[in-house]
């Protein structure tokens, strides 16, 4: 028996269970698989829509009350990231930035994303810094797939950044093929590896002058802060990573933080586990089974979290007829009436797609509503991408809402 | 095809190629001979079909840990997809002879344990024969191999007088291969544990579960095994008496890898599969249920502890440090490392031999650095494994909890 269950191994569900495991409760962490950390670039988007975050999240809760950040307050907000950038720091992988200016950070694609902190490791790409008209260099290796530096920098040309592009040599590995984020994250953790690396930058920064060197956020999966640092002595210029596509290692980096602190704490992960159904006693849930060989497994606890995610993570799901369905506990969903409600006509409309603003109703406790406003679980609380009324891409406030609500979860 | 099939092939089209997956396989970390799981699995098995030939032969390489299985955020079945195309290119190339050989450990067992057993286990310490042994059978001199015992577990359970006594509820005790041929006393620590908690312990004949051929891909002498062990297993089942094992692989066999792998889904395969537990996954049910005994002595260690691959994937949590969380003063610091390497007969092979230590070394690491002169393992492979490469002695946890009991 367990004092907190938390369903979901994302930002949301890891920030609560560490919250719920610091006041010395008996806490696990059960989830489907590794999940969203895995697959986003490692910055925290806290509202990307306007240039100061917080101030454009001030203006939201006033307009949109039932929006997540309106439901847990700024308070919660400033906490929560405080406390994961405290976490952050802890594990020599400092989060930068600020609430009040968006940094405006290259893409793998060389687009400019604004976000509201990133990793040490990506703060000299901050896009003001680049325009100081010095030139910038962004490197990577050709067995990289889905990085292509000329891409990236005719690109951030084109939005008056100096940039030029380079591809590396391959330092003899051992290995012919196979050449992933991860693989070669693995390699940078080696100090030969980056000596061959930092050898060929510093030759590029004595025939090009660059100031600043952009490369794919491989830059070391253990150790990243003390990689970064080492191939800028090398190269003699700047060095900032610009997240990859999935498998994103920077993604991964904050997700083994966090799972370092849950466990440090007393905390139990179970991956693997997918929760299908709940055990209900009226307003209270005593159990969830997950699926399990043979037969399902039951697990007891007091308290509830549900961080399953939602469209993107995989705590929603569409089924062949056309409904949504929250997966774990099957809670009544907020969502359009019906399929032809879920787009809108463009792609690319400015408001986006109805769906994506499907997920959990709560109240400000974040425990789950049902579509006449009754209370479903007196203790169950739902954080993250589950919840309702937002669009955690469009808005660009995914890692925001995550941790606001999860830290939100694990303090009530 | 049945709805379990149907899932298995289904699940490639719940891949959404995120290579979580290859990001955390530990084979594809150490080697680029395995390209990684979302590649050879939901990947190429778009290209295999019983109609056409085997098209790449990188899937021999997955170790079958199930890693990938454990992370993928969308349910794709991937350790199963590779196994059942493992075993359509054995049924296509054949089998080389050591596989045939590793495969059935119940064979290898019944050869080396006896009274023979000093002289087998002296001939295979012996550094000639075990390098005539990798260039006759390509088994890698310094893989580890078990030393046989001189007596079966099975022999040893015939001849001893029970401690019980009266009407109690009955348990069948599913041993395998390894208790009864190589590590008696892990048997012996599960019969006494079980009859200190007022149980009646049977012990049915019983055969390999299968698994060293299954993942080797020689499916239809599994499933002779499987089979015969079902119809054994069954009329207790049906009685209603929960089946035990200490080997968390033939456990994860009986109630998941034969049925899915061969496509056995009767009443009879189903109805053993729910009726099998892993021993600490029984015993913590008992506490569960307020009916497991807590006398025990304190035991003051602070002891590394690997959940085995095979473990992990029943999908249960781990239920060995839920039970010996119990016994005062006992602390268990689980690895965090993902597999051993050995995984079965995997890191046996002269080829794999290798991949199977660079695999497991972030365990031994943890284990050395333990500075404790024993772990704790539920899985026999593994144990041998990490033995073998760190020199510390390496137990099942049952053995742990029967001197907690003060049983043994």
Same mark, same amino acid.
């Given at each position: ?412 | ?261 061969? #496509? =056995? +889904?009767? /009443?009879?395969? %189903? !109805?053993?599969?729910? &009726? ?7 015993? $913590? ?43 005062? #003063? =006992? +602390?268990? /610091?689980?690895? %965090? !490392?993902?597999?051993? &390497? ?7 092979? $002269? ?58």
């Amino acid at each position: 028996m367990y004092d907190t269950i938390v369903i979901g191994a994302g930002l949301a569900g890891l920030m609560a269970a560490i919250g719920r495991a610091e006041r010395g409760e008996k806490v696990m962490v059960l989830a489907k698989g590794h999940g969203t950390t895995h697959w986003t670039t490692g910055c925290l988007d806290l509202f990307a829509e306007v240039d100061d975050p917080i101030a454009g999240i001030i203006q939201l809760t006033d307009q949109r009350p039932h929006h997540p950040y309106a439901l847990v307050g700024l308070t919660m907000i400033e906490q929560g990231v405080a406390r994961f950038r405290a976490i952050c720091e802890a594990a020599g992988y400092p989060m930068v930035g600020n609430f009040n200016r968006n940094l405006l950070l290259p893409t793998a694609l060389g687009a400019l994303r604004p976000t509201a902190f990133a990793p040490a490791t990506m703060i000299n790409g901050d896009a003001r810094q680049l325009r100081d008209g010095r030139p910038t260099l962004i490197a990577s290796f050709g067995v990289l797939r889905d990085f292509f530096p000329p891409l990236i920098a005719a690109n951030l040309r084109a939005q008056g950044i100096a940039a030029e592009a380079a591809l590396l040599a391959l330092p003899p590995t051992g290995r012919q093929h196979d050449f992933s984020p991860v693989i070669l994250a693995r390699m940078f953790d080696q100090p030969d590896f980056r000596a061959r690396v930092g050898e060929q930058l510093a030759a590029f920064v004595r025939k090009g002058g660059y100031a600043r060197i952009g490369m794919p956020a491989i830059l070391g999966l253990k150790h990243p802060t003390e990689v970064v640092r080492d191939l800028q002595n090398r190269a003699g210029a700047l060095i900032f990573e610009i997240p990859t596509l999935p498998t994103s290692v920077a993604g991964m980096r904050l997700y083994h933080i966090l799972e370092n602190a849950l466990l440090s704490l007393g905390g139990r992960m179970q991956l693997g586990g997918f929760v299908q159904r709940g055990e209900p006693l009226k307003e209270t849930l005593v159990a969830v089974f997950s699926e399990a060989a043979a037969r399902e497994q039951r697990h007891t606890a007091r308290r509830w979290v549900l961080a399953t995610g939602g469209i993107l993570g995989g705590g929603i799901r569409a089924t062949p007829e056309g409904h949504l369905r929250e997966t774990a506990l099957d809670l009544p969903l907020q969502t359009p009436d019906s399929r032809s409600g879920w787009f809108a006509a463009r792609f690319l409309a400015e408001q986006g797609h109805p769906v994506f603003q499907s997920g959990v109703r709560v109240d400000r406790s974040l425990r789950p509503l049902d579509a006449s406003g009754r209370l479903v679980y007196e203790n169950v609380m739902v954080a993250g991408s589950a919840l309702a009324g937002f669009d955690p891409v469009r808005e660009g406030c995914l890692e925001g809402v995550a941790i606001a609500t999860g830290w939100a979860a694990g303090q009530q | 095809m049945d709805h379990i099939e149907l899932s298995l092939t289904q699940s490639l089209d719940h891949c959404i190629k995120c290579n979580i997956c290859t990001a955390a396989c530990p084979v594809a970390a150490v080697t680029d001979a395995f390209p990684g799981p979302k590649y050879v699995g939901p990947q190429a098995q778009r290209f295999r079909h019983a109609a056409q030939p085997v098209p790449a032969a990188s899937v021999d390489y997955c170790s079958g840990c199930r890693v990938c299985n454990q992370v993928c955020p969308t349910g794709v079945r991937i350790a199963e997809l590779n196994a059942r195309a493992r075993a359509q290119m054995v049924a296509e190339r054949g089998m080389p002879l050591r596989n045939r050989i590793i495969a059935r450990s119940g064979l290898v067992g019944r050869l080396s344990c006896g009274p023979q057993a000093p002289l087998v286990n002296l001939t295979l310490s012996f550094a000639p024969a075990r390098w005539l042994i990798e260039q006759v059978l390509g088994i890698h001199r310094h893989a580890p191999l078990p030393k046989a015992s001189t007596y079966t577990f099975q022999h040893w359970f015939r001849r001893r007088k029970s401690t019980v006594a009266g009407r109690r509820p009955k348990v069948v005790y599913f041993h395998g291969c390894s208790t009864n041929y190589y590590e008696p006393h892990v048997g012996k620590a599960a019969v006494a544990v079980l009859e200190h908690l007022g149980f009646e312990v049977i012990i049915p004949p019983q055969r390999c579960c299968g698994l060293p051929l299954l993942s080797n891909g020689d499916f239809p002498a599994a499933q002779k095994h499987h089979q015969y062990n079902v119809a054994q297993l069954l009329p207790f089942v049906r009685a209603g008496i929960p089946i035990v094992g200490t080997s968390t692989s033939c456990t994860l066999t009986l109630k998941e890898e034969a049925p899915e792998l061969l #496509g =056995l +889904h009767g /009443d009879d395969v %189903r !109805a053993v599969a729910a &009726g099998t537990y892993d021993i600490f996954e029984f015993l $913590r049910n008992l506490h569960e249920r307020g009916e497991l005994r807590t006398d025990f002595r304190s035991i003051e260690r602070r002891l590394p502890y690997h959940p085995p691959c095979q473990l992990r994937a029943h999908r249960i949590g781990r239920p060995v440090l839920d039970v010996l969380g119990l016994v005062p #003063g =006992l +602390h268990l /610091d689980e690895s %965090r !490392a993902d597999c051993c &390497g050995i995984a079965g007969t995997y890191g046996l092979k $002269r080829e794999k031999y290798q991949i199977a230590m660079d695999v497991g070394k972030p365990l031994f690491d943890f284990v050395q650095a333990s500075g404790q002169n024993l772990a704790l393992c539920d899985s026999e492979t593994c144990r041998w494994q990490i033995s073998g490469a760190t020199g510390v002695e390496t137990r099942h946890p049952i053995e742990i909890l029967a001197e907690a009991y003060g049983v043994l």
